[in-house]
């Protein structure tokens, strides 16, 4: 005769054990997934600050070395400096000219990331520059009396509503600060 042990010894997992594990394990990359997004908005406005900050630098550059762009040479132009601007809000874009004779020539444009756009610092318009006319906005590095001549900050934000500011102080020293 067979003797039956009541004693329950199984080999596997309950149903409900599998549930609750798959829950956990569905929680855990779901909180994970968020995180890396976010991480990842994050270091791509910090990357625009720092290659925003690199323009600016190089204006500086420039302007203290006093290169001068070959239309400038070509047609016996002086120049005044590098200015940084931003034609419009809206779109992602910012550019570095050089001044000659109060007029901007090189003009080369960078733009933001996917997801970064600039906004407005409080109490200070949108700057503009058009090719070929006298623009008194922007930051300005002359070539004569150096420093920086304008509105020396600029707020960039990204998808995660996080600001940065850079900005540039009356003796040309670029900062960058979380907001």
């Known amino acids: 005769m067979k003797q039956f042990n009541n004693s329950k010894?199984?080999?596997?997992?309950?149903?409900?054990?599998?549930?609750?594990?798959?829950?956990?394990?569905?929680f855990l990359s779901t909180a994970g997934i968020?995180?890396?997004?976010?991480?990842n908005w994050s270091e791509t406005l910090s990357a625009a600050a720092q290659d925003l900050a690199g323009t600016i630098q190089l204006a500086?550059?420039?302007s203290i070395s006093q290169v001068q762009p070959s239309y400038c040479v070509d047609n016996v132009?002086?120049?005044?400096?590098y200015r940084i601007n931003i034609p419009d809000l809206i779109q992602p874009e910012y550019t570095m000219s050089a001044i000659c004779e109060e007029v901007a020539y090189d003009t080369k444009t960078f733009k933001?990331?996917?997801g970064v756009e600039f906004v407005s610092p409080p109490d200070t318009p949108a700057t503009t520059i058009i090719p070929g006319e006298i623009q008194e906005t922007g930051i300005f590095f002359p070539v004569i009396t150096l420093g920086v001549q304008g509105d020396g900050v600029i707020v960039i934000?990204?998808?995660?509503?996080?600001?940065?500011?850079?900005s540039v102080d009356?003796?040309?020293?670029?900062?960058?600060?979380?907001?």
């Open 9 to 26: 010894s199984h080999k596997g997992f309950t149903l409900l054990e599998l549930i609750i594990v798959i829950s956990v394990v569905a």
């Open 157 to 166: 934000k990204g998808r995660n509503n996080k600001k940065v500011q850079v």
């Open 112 to 114: 933001l990331p996917t």
């Open 77 to 81: 132009l002086s120049l005044d400096g």
């Open 34 to 39: 968020a995180s890396y997004i976010n991480y």
């Open 60 to 62: 500086k550059s420039r």
């Open 170 to 179: 009356s003796v040309g020293t670029i900062a960058i600060k979380p907001l």
